[in-house]
């Protein structure tokens, strides 16, 4: 009988703990949100204010201005590890996943790189539907690892990029989804 009585308790406690992981993975949009703050408390992230937008990035990290981007922030100690922001004013028949597949599709027919989709997911931040791919290219200067989040607001596409090398490309997805799901518009 007490066999009986701890398997229904175990049951039990499994349904409950089920329930409430589903209920805190309801809307994971907030959850990330809320572990970009929580990561930039941490690591004591500076601000980037301007261009109408803000977002958190390493404190010891440098604004450095690359003239066909509207931001760019880079890591003084590696030059292949960056953030930036870019943008597209949309036609009216272009989408933002169209805008995707095309520079997917152009940069793959260049014969001096090579690219990889490692992932590709649709999420929403902020109430805005995003697509965000991590790809992984070799070029004739080296191998690199980035993840793209691109989105639509007021018909034009926005690119949030963060760029490392692959090596280093796992202990920078934290420092990257950071400056992702900080991102606001003022």
């Given at each position: 009988m007490k066999k009986y009585i701890l398997?229904?308790?175990?049951?039990?406690?499994?349904?409950?703990?089920?329930?409430?992981?589903?209920?805190?993975?309801?809307?994971?949009?907030?959850?990330?949100?809320?572990?970009?703050?929580?990561?930039?408390?941490?690591?004591?992230?500076?601000?980037?204010?301007?261009?109408?937008?803000?977002?958190?990035?390493?404190?010891?990290?440098?604004?450095?201005?690359?003239?066909?981007?509207?931001?760019?922030?880079?890591?003084?100690?590696?030059?292949?590890?960056?953030?930036?922001?870019d943008n597209h004013k949309l036609q009216s028949n272009e989408t933002v996943k169209g805008l995707l597949e095309k520079a997917i599709t152009e940069i793959s027919a260049d014969k001096n790189r090579n690219i990889t989709i490692v992932s590709w997911e649709n999420l929403t931040v902020n109430n805005n539907p995003y697509e965000i791919v991590v790809v992984q290219e070799e070029t004739v200067e080296g191998q690199l690892q980035y993840m793209q989040a691109w989105f639509e607001r007021n018909g034009t596409a926005y690119l949030l990029g963060g760029v490392t090398t692959p090596e280093k490309f796992p202990s920078m997805n934290e420092t990257f989804n950071m400056f992702i799901y900080s991102f606001k518009f003022e």
């Open positions: 398997l229904i308790f175990l049951l039990v406690l499994a349904v409950s703990v089920s329930g409430c992981t589903n209920f805190l993975n309801q809307n994971p949009d907030q959850q990330r949100i809320a572990d970009a703050e929580t990561y930039a408390k941490d690591i004591n992230a500076s601000t980037y204010n301007g261009n109408g937008f803000s977002f958190f990035y390493p404190n010891n990290w440098q604004n450095y201005t690359e003239p066909d981007w509207l931001a760019t922030i880079e890591d003084p100690n590696d030059t292949s590890t960056y953030i930036y922001v």
